[in-house]
């Protein structure tokens, strides 16, 4: 007999469903797909393939003959878990190693625990870090020699900052969070990495290739982000929370010592924090109910970015944050909302 799920009032009543929200969601991840595929090419476009077939395929196959239950990838859950895993990935990622990711992700981290709405931690986010330590060179390496199609035998476009029809040059350079984290720890100051490295905030807003698939444009980010708060399919609070504590953060570290640490913009426009604000911190099941927890949520995770980029051995914190702060939602939905209270004039 299944069991009856109560919860406090007020009860809203509302048209919308899982795989309509599922819908908006992956229209809004258009911008960042096309994006990628349109710097990266055809190896972009396959690690996509790769990582939305595998866990379609795999939650099927879990929910069908393990669980002896109606296959439930038709509410689109599953390709929203592909898309989410495959942005946060390099280009050069393997097949069989998105493959392992997408096992991590719906395997481990979403059908153990029963499905979606049980799941205690982002899935996407669960397959991203568990290959971060498990294949810590590939998920750092930029380069497309070791991509599913590989530069030389295919003709790739370059891209909207280089010339198009020309083969896509294979690059191992790594991110501007990554350069900014050895540079200062070689002794290097901000002004000599800036001018060594011309970092460029409007390239880093319409399009760089080093990095994770999703990180290819901010603006493709920003588009998703309108859409879906068009859409009302998710709330400003979480996102808005997390970018204003990082903004500050920075900020007053960029105040204290402009010479060893970023501005704000930097912080802000480099690695996965729009895409993990956006995309992963805002999920329904493993993200707070209240506005109290949302807030409390969100800036716990842009504290806890900027203590991993700043005094952490990893350049990028967004992805452990966010995990972090997921384990906290339980006890986050424990507050209580404030209650309701009529006005009375005395006057």
Request: charged share 10%; hydrophobic share 50%; proline share 6%.
């Amino acid at each position: 007999m299944d069991k009856l799920l109560v919860s406090p009032a007020p009860h809203l009543h509302s048209k919308e469903n899982t795989r309509r929200i599922m819908r908006d969601v992956i229209i809004a991840l258009m911008p960042s797909v096309l994006v990628s595929v349109y710097f990266a090419g055809l190896s972009a476009l396959l690690v996509i393939v790769v990582s939305v077939a595998g866990c379609v395929l795999l939650e099927h196959l879990i929910v069908r003959y393990l669980m002896k239950k109606k296959t439930t990838v038709h509410d689109l859950s599953a390709v929203v878990t592909g898309l989410i895993l495959a942005v946060n990935l390099p280009v050069s990622s393997p097949w069989w190693m998105v493959l392992i990711g997408c096992v991590a992700a719906i395997g481990i981290a979403k059908m153990t625990f029963g499905g979606l709405g049980h799941n205690l931690f982002n899935p996407a986010l669960v397959g991203r870090v568990f290959l971060l330590i498990s294949f810590p060179v590939q998920m750092t390496n930029w380069s497309l020699n070791n991509s599913i199609f590989r530069p030389d035998t295919w003709e790739l476009p370059k891209g909207l900052l280089g010339a198009q029809g020309q083969l896509l040059d294979a690059t191992s350079g790594a991110t501007p969070l990554g350069i900014i984290k050895e540079g200062l720890a070689n002794g290097l100051t901000m002004e000599t990495l800036s001018q060594q490295h011309d970092f460029s905030y409007w390239q880093m807003l319409f399009g760089h290739i080093d990095g994770s698939l999703g990180e290819a444009s901010a603006l493709a980010v920003l588009l998703g982000f309108a859409y879906l708060l068009l859409r009302k399919v998710i709330k400003p609070l979480i996102p808005v929370a997390i970018l204003v504590t990082v903004a500050v953060f920075s900020g007053i570290l960029w105040l204290l010592d402009p010479t060893m640490n970023a501005d704000p913009l930097f912080h802000l426009l480099t690695g996965g924090l729009l895409l993990g604000a956006v995309f992963m911190a805002t999920d329904y099941t493993t993200s707070p109910m209240s506005p109290l927890g949302m807030l409390i949520y969100g800036m716990g995770i842009g504290v806890m970015t900027m203590i991993i980029r700043v005094w952490g051995s990893y350049p990028e914190g967004v992805s452990f944050a966010i995990l972090f702060m997921n384990a906290l939602t339980p006890l986050l939905n424990k507050i209580k909302p404030i209650p309701y209270r009529k006005e009375v004039s005395l006057g």
